[in-house]
């Protein structure tokens, strides 16, 4: 069984506004129905697991029935950091569940080549993550103002979502984050604290994140584009 965990529990203060950026219209449905209907549509995928900010599963049912989402999914409360919000997720899953992707809910353009991809991966492997290479050159900088030094680009790769994992592989990563009270940026950070390596699943296509308000203009084009 393949699951999916979408983290929508986020509050997108960097997007600025009153509105939660998850709920803004992009391409004629809010934000998280898009990347929701993706998942929603892939027949790889047995279920899908919400983790979104406590009060608000209704809205997100509202969601379902609206745009007539017809995969099996639970709502389950965010925790205070994103790995608790994943590990809330965990919790939730399947009996039967062997595999999970974890998807960022404003990550709306991700292919289902590359979740497949992933989920393949993840079989074989353990862990995998979507990422796709540095391309801009780039320098570290330990005070934020003057270049320390190079970094080798062609050794760079930027990580996106789905990470995907088998689920006995993840709940013992971020259990051992949770036991040593450390923070992680994302999931494969916690898949290193346990010597678990992670493929990289080469991305083909444009796979942004909504994250600032100039991000909105490419995902619609991006988003337009497909449909």
């Given amino acids: 069984m393949i699951s999916a965990l979408i983290v929508a529990a986020g509050k997108g203060s960097r997007m600025g506004g009153k509105t939660d950026k998850l709920f803004l219209n992009i391409a004629g449905r809010p934000l998280v129905a898009q990347t929701w209907g993706r998942f929603d549509t892939a027949p790889f995928i ?11 599963q209704s809205e ?6 609206k745009y007539n989402f017809t995969k099996p999914c ?3 409360a965010g925790g205070k950091e994103r790995q608790d919000s994943v590990w809330n997720g965990l919790q939730q899953l399947s009996a039967q569940s062997e595999i999970v992707a974890i998807q960022d809910a404003a990550r709306p353009c991700t292919s289902l080549e590359l979740i497949q991809a992933t989920i393949e991966a993840a079989r074989q492997h353990g862990a995998a993550v979507a990422a796709q290479p540095v ?3 780039i320098k570290l900088s330990e005070d934020g103002q003057t270049i320390t030094r190079h970094l080798n680009r062609a050794q760079l790769w930027a990580v996106q979502t789905p990470q995907t994992f088998r689920v006995e592989v993840i709940r013992r ?13 994302d999931d494969t950070a916690a898949c ?3 010597g678990q390596p992670v493929r990289l699943v080469l991305g083909r296509e444009p796979n ?3 994250t600032l308000p100039d991000d909105v203009p490419y995902v619609e ?5 497909k449909s």
Avoid at 46 to 56: A, H, P, Q, W, Y
Avoid at 60 to 65: E, N
Wanted: net charge positive.
């Fill in 74 to 76: 639970r709502f389950v």
């Fill in 135 to 137: 391309t801009d050159t």
């Fill in 221 to 225: 084009m991006l988003l337009s584009r």
């Fill in 60 to 65: 997100f049912a509202g969601l379902a029935a």
């Fill in 173 to 185: 990563a971020l259990a051992q984050v949770r036991a040593k009270s450390l923070q992680v940026t």
């Fill in 208 to 210: 942004p994140k909504v």
């Fill in 46 to 56: 047995d279920e899908i697991i919400l983790v979104v900010r406590d009060g608000r």
């Fill in 192 to 194: 290193e604290l346990i």
